[in-house]
Each structure stands twice: as C-alpha cells, then as structure tokens.
C-alpha cells in the first residue's frame, strides 16, 4: 500500500534516514522500534508526507502519488503525533470540535468513538485539568475524527503508566475490531509490542536493520529457546545430560534451572527429559521476547 524506496533523509550534516526500504501492507499492525533518535519519527513524518525525503521515493499504492494522490492518502490517514499542544482553558469536547473543523470534519460522524475513547464527563472538562493518560486518549481521538483507514501512532504510549498504556491497547483493539484499519506505530517500549503488532521493523541510526513478524524475526536471528526447568537442587548429572543436546548457559535462578537451547534441538532436549521425569518437577521451554531480537540484530 505505502512503499519507501531507498529513502534518505539528511538534516544538515546529520543523516536521519539511511538508504530506507519498508513495504507497509493494508490492514496490517507495523511496529516500528528503535532507540530515540533512531529515525521513527522521521520515518512516519515521510509516510505522512509532513517530510519530504532527501533522496529515494515514497509509492502509494505501487506508484509515484500526484498531488492528488497526496490528498485522497492524507484524507484517510489519522496521526497521533508524540507532542500535541492543546488549549488549557477549552474542555475536551471543545478542543475535538476545533480540531474537526480544521480538518473539514463534524464530530458527529465519530462521537460514537470518542465518547469510548473518553467519557463525557470528562470530555467537558477544561483539558488543563487532564492527567497525562487523558491527554494522549485525547490525542488518539483528534487522529480518530476522520474516520481513518490508516492510523499512524508516534510512541502512543510515552510517558503513561502500565496501567494507562494497557487501557490504550485496549483502545486500539477496539477500534481494530470495529474496522479494517492499517496501523503503523513507533515506540521504544520493547515488550508491549510483542503482542500488539503483525509486524516489527527493528530501526537504528537511521536504518531497518530487520523487519517481519517476531517468530520471523527470531528465525533468522536463530536465538536460541530458554529453557526453564523447576528444581530443587544442583543436579549435574542432569546438566551433563542437557550438554549433550546442545544446551548452553546453565544456571540456577530462584528454584529454577535455566538454559539456552539452540531451537532445532528443542524436541529432543523435551523427549530426553521425559525419560528423566524425577529428576525436576516442571518444565518450560520459551521462545525469545522482542528485547533479545532487537539486541540480537546487528
Ligand atoms: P526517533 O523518533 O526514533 O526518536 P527522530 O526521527 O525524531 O528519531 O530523529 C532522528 C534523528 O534526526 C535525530 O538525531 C534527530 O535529532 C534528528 N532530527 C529529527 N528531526 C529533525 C529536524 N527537524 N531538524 C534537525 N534534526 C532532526
């Protein structure tokens, strides 16, 4: 649907984008992760056409976008950017009325969705009052007013608790649930996304350094499985054993065996332990979380 071919985009002397390469697919959820300062910002800004590249080209539905094209494809975006400044003294409702108007919208198309996003009790109250938690609901309900089939989220949850990060998601699923919907969201809170998104494009100075979705990506990275085995004591005649297979990194951790197994071996390393069934009481074997595959990628 979105395309961006060997994009660059340089600031000065300083190359915010390096030779960039993403396909973004309709009705898929993309997460871009990434250190601050990575690019993803830059990135989104370029898919939102706010940002021209430097070089390279931008395809919207595999060609070169006319002005036109432009316009249809900004109509069906919504952006929830990182910062948004409000007025202080207008209440929420005041403040998405204002917002309607500027993009050439009624509220009343959305009210529905808004009043999910945010009760009307709070909507008529004065934004200055509202926790962080309120504002970025805000925030994602102004980016929801054009009733968006794309929905670009900047680090929609920076700054919120877990809790108020968890109600997020939950928003998003909602509205994930209600229509079909491509959502690109950036962020450099590794382990929410694990769950929230198709696909991961892993961003570092300024480049994708891998991209597809996590049991793709740990696939190619060949991470090894952790293995966790509930025991009482040091047994070596078990972790003899378990060397045998394959398996590195042996330790013991608060009642438990833990270890590295190369993923190709995770079968004979199970089928191997049943036999030994009264050696240890339980065992797992679990596949690596988004942080290590965005260590692992180089
Ligand atoms: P991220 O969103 O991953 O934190 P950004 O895309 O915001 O990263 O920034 C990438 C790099 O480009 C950073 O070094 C940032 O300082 C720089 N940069 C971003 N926008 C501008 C700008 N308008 N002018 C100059 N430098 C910029």
Redesign the pocket.
């Known amino acids: 649907m979105i395309e961006l071919k060997d994009v660059n985009k340089v ?2 002397n ?1 190359k ?1 984008l390096d030779s960039v390469n993403l396909h973004i697919r309709k009705g898929e959820v993309l997460g871009l992760v ?1 250190p ?7 990135m989104l800004k370029i898919i939102l056409g706010i940002a021209k590249p430097t070089s390279g080209t931008v395809l919207i539905n595999g060609k070169v976008p006319s002005e036109k094209d432009w316009r249809e494809f900004k109509a069906s975006v919504g952006y929830m950017p990182e910062r948004v400044a409000f007025y202080d003294n207008l209440t929420g409702m005041e403040t998405l009325k204002l917002f309607a108007r500027i993009k050439g919208t009624k509220i009343d198309r959305m009210i529905n969705m808004v009043k999910r996003i945010l009760s009307e009790d709070i909507l008529k109250r004065k934004v200055g009052g509202y926790s962080k938690g309120m504002r970025q609901r805000l925030n994602l309900a102004q980016a929801l007013l054009n009733d968006p089939d794309i929905l670009i989220l900047d680090e929609p949850t920076s700054g919120l608790d877990p809790v108020g990060s968890r109600e997020f998601y939950h928003i998003l699923k909602d509205i994930e649930e209600r229509k079909e919907i491509t959502v690109i969201l ?1 962020s450099h809170i590794l382990a929410e996304l694990e769950d929230k998104t198709d696909r991961i494009a892993i961003i570092k100075n300024g480049s994708i350094k891998a991209a597809g979705s996590l049991k793709e990506l740990y696939r190619r990275l060949k991470l090894p499985l952790k293995l966790q085995i509930t025991i009482k004591d040091k047994d070596e005649v078990l972790e003899g054993m378990l060397r045998g297979l394959g398996v590195s990194d042996i330790g013991y951790r608060n009642g438990y065996l833990i270890a590295s197994v190369p993923s190709e071996n995770k079968l004979r390393v199970l089928s191997a332990m049943l036999q030994e069934k009264e050696r240890f009481q339980d065992i797992t074997i679990k596949e690596p979380n988004l942080e290590e595959v965005f260590f692992g990628v180089h």
């Open positions: 600031y000065g300083l915010a990434g601050n300062g990575a690019g993803k910002s830059t950036s």
